[in-house]
């Protein structure tokens, strides 16, 4: 099976930062790469899919990006309401794992 | 509008078979590229994805719970059903439905674009 590690595991920021997360495959899993945001207590929430395209109605100060292997989600200037778990799933073939997550704080 | 909503017990015994029902709207799982996933979020952990069934009735398992794990579907009460055989307390999670799409203008699809609010299934004596 493809593995998915994403760093770092937790990241503390301040409001306004660039926040980059990234997420490496195992093998290549060309773009079929998504992220996912959770906040406490909820299901998670579809944040970029296709390795770069935004879904609707999520800010754009989200952004992703890579191909193959390596892939990042960049915040572009830190909001509190980011405050968040996030999560990267591969989806080209079962199993559909998912990253470990990174949580992100404000610091 | 898209929702999903997951029903089962709270609580189960070691050894226990876990029946879990998510009950979806809004989409028809026998509509052509429709799938509904099954993920598990123990207590402080990552997600894990579980199983999924697609609108033909193709099934897919996580390789390492394939053996305990089922999926079905009942297309007329817009149902996914899993079973977990077996249930120990490390199976102890929260478990979330939610829906994917296969077929798409890009072709890069199958991200779970909706999810339910999750149920919290607890194992213990």
Known sequence: DIQMTQSPSSLSASVGDRVTITCRASQGITNFLAWYQQKPGTGPKVLIYAASTLQAGVPSRFSGSGSGTDFTLTISSLQPEDVATYYCQKYDSAPYTFGQGTKLEIK | QVTLRESGPALVKPTQTLTLTCTFSGFSLSASGMCVSWIRQSPGKALEWL?????????????????RLSISKDTSKNQVVLTMTNMDPVDTATYFCARSIVYCDSGVCGWLDSWGQGTLVTVSS
């Open chain 2, 51 to 67: 199983a999924r069934i697609d609108w033909d009735d193709d099934k897919y398992y996580s390789t390492s719970l394939k053996t």
